[in-house]
């Protein structure tokens, strides 16, 4: 485990790596999000809100997500404490980030979808903040796989893992999967005839079914019913992208008339 950059190599500085993977995710998010403007041809100004939207949901959405673990209250830390050190969830940013970009269309009155624009950045973002959770957190459940991760004693106590034992490096799985996920989105989806914004609608389901999965060899805690709190949560939300997706298909807008069609309605409502 290498908590600090200077901990992988010893002339870098004392920051903590897990911060700066995140702000190289967030950096080539930035990247990705103007060459898809440019490529799209939006020039509206109002972006910036949306983006910054998105920053603030998903800060505050991110540590709220893990605030009240316990049903005690007083097991949980307050408020402030939370904000300012809790632990954070991704799944948690996804939803805060989704919630900042629609009150900034409210506020700001955007009536365009914004989804497409931030896929690629998303899944690129997430690739690269997941090398900052490899480096600095608990791999996984222990696997007999050649691959496994093995802790020396130090690492272990830090992550609160078995030492010795080869342990599923589910963060590999997770920044493979965004990776594909990139891939998929920026060569290939991108160009195809999608509603408006439905790529993102996408990537998240993928995301949600996947995540699923590989919670069970995470090792987060165990809650309830042999499953963990995301997974918990992805019990109510993988449904609701299913119905969307099934939504989706039935009205046309993985073709190209339900994109035309959607094309034309927000060009009427840019003019109106």
Known sequence: MFPTLSDLVPWLPAVDTHSVFVALGLAAAGIVFLIEMRRRGVSDPRIAYLVLGALIGAAVFSRLGTWAQHLDPAQNLSLIEQL?????????????????VHVAKRLCRYPGRSGDLFAPAVALAMAIGR?????????GTPTGSAWGIVLDADAAARTGSPAGVPLHPSFVYEIAFHLVAFALLWFWLRHRPIA?????????????VFRFGVE?????????????????????????????????????????????????????EQHA
């Open 84 to 100: 300012s050190r809790g632990n954070a969830s991704m799944l948690s940013a996804l939803v805060g980030a989704w919630l900042g």
């Open 131 to 139: 090398i900052g959770c490899l480096l600095t957190e608990q791999p």
């Open 196 to 208: 408006a914004g439905e790529t993102l609608t996408l990537y998240v389901a993928a995301y949600a």
């Open 216 to 268: 069970f060899v995470r090792g987060n805690e165990v809650v309830w019913l042999g499953l963990t709190r995301p997974q918990l949560f992805l019990l109510v939300t993988v449904p609701l992208l299913a119905a969307r997706m099934i939504w989706m298909l039935r009205t046309g807008r993985f073709g190209a008339g339900g994109a035309a069609t959607h094309e034309r309605k927000v060009r009427d």
